[in-house]
């Protein structure tokens, strides 16, 4: 693993899923990580089941202000090394039932409290010769998925941001990328998921099992390591291959130029398995 000791991270929705995760594999590399949400006993929890130099602080992303003091509690009068803007959310609907309120909560959460992140974290950056925001963006902002319009415009939008800050954030040495996890069973996720929609995204995911948020940790340490110090602007699926466009597959052609028993032996998936009919 990369080495990260006497760095310093701030990590927004650490308290659980995929936040939790990424604080976890920070420690684990050597990190000062400060985990920020908004319910203290959350947090307080989590930390006490981190190892490590960990701090909470109480904030709300959609509000500059504690924002900007979570970067200072997590720079504790030095450089924030390592943001990492994980604080988000979904809102489940569709275009035809969803109101302005429901557009403007993912809108908000994504897009616009990834940026005041952004921005107060690059504040503290430049002055101390720079630094690493890693997003966490999602798969969904790159495909169409119905009843999530909402959170899958947000996290497109999110991407975008990415690389406008990529290149203004450069000439500060402050890198920034977004990380697009796939399917993950978070604690929200398993309370809002079915067993047979689980095992359907499962299937669809070509390395058969689902993500965790050690997986996304992984990649956040190495984007906001040494080794990692030449990429910016970048949207990097950690995702089990689920993003891969996959069209049906041809094995019925197959059978008849080779025979049932050659495709079975040779074993490819259908991976277009979030097509099969089932309730949407």
């Known amino acids: 693993m990369a080495d990260l000791t006497g760095r310093r991270a701030l990590v927004t929705g650490g308290g659980t899923g995929i936040g939790f995760g990424c604080?976890?594999?920070?420690l684990?590399?050597?990190a000062a990580v400060t985990i920020a949400g908004r319910r203290g006993d959350v947090l307080e929890e989590a930390a006490g089941r981190l190892e490590g130099d960990v701090t909470t602080v109480v904030c709300d992303i959609t509000d500059e202000e504690q924002v900007a003091n979570a970067v200072g509690v997590a720079a504790a009068g030095g450089n924030l090394d390592v943001l990492v803007a994980n604080a988000g959310s979904g809102y489940?609907?569709?275009v035809l039932t969803m109101d302005a309120s429901a557009w403007q909560f993912c809108l908000e959460l994504n897009v616009v409290g990834t940026a005041l992140c952004t921005k107060q974290a690059a504040l503290v950056m430049k002055d101390h010769g720079g630094g690493s925001i890693v997003a966490?963006?999602?798969t969904s902002g790159t495909k169409v998925q119905?009843?999530?319009a909402a959170y899958v415009v947000s996290k497109a939008g999110l991407d975008q941001f990415v690389r406008c800050a990529a290149i203004e954030l450069a000439p500060h040495g402050i890198r920034v990328n977004s990380v697009q996890p796939g399917y993950v069973p978070t604690e929200t996720m398993q309370a809002a998921t079915s067993d047979e929609l689980h095992?359907?995204?499962v299937r669809a995911t070509p390395l058969g099992r689902p993500g965790s948020g050690a997986d996304i940790g992984d990649t956040v340490v190495f984007l906001s390591s040494d080794e990692g110090?030449?990429?910016?602007g970048q949207d990097i699926g950690v995702d089990g291959g689920l993003n891969i466009p996959v069209m049906p597959s041809m094995a019925p052609i197959a059978e008849r130029l080779y025979g049932p028993e050659l495709v079975a032996e040779v074993g490819i998936p259908d991976l277009t398995a979030l097509n099969e009919a089932g309730p949407s």
């Open 136 to 138: 966490i963006s999602s």
């Open 23 to 26: 604080a976890e594999r920070l």
């Open 92 to 94: 489940p609907g569709s």
């Open 28 to 30: 684990a590399a050597g």
């Open 229 to 232: 110090s030449w990429i910016t």
């Open 146 to 148: 119905p009843w999530l």
């Open 199 to 201: 095992a359907r995204l």
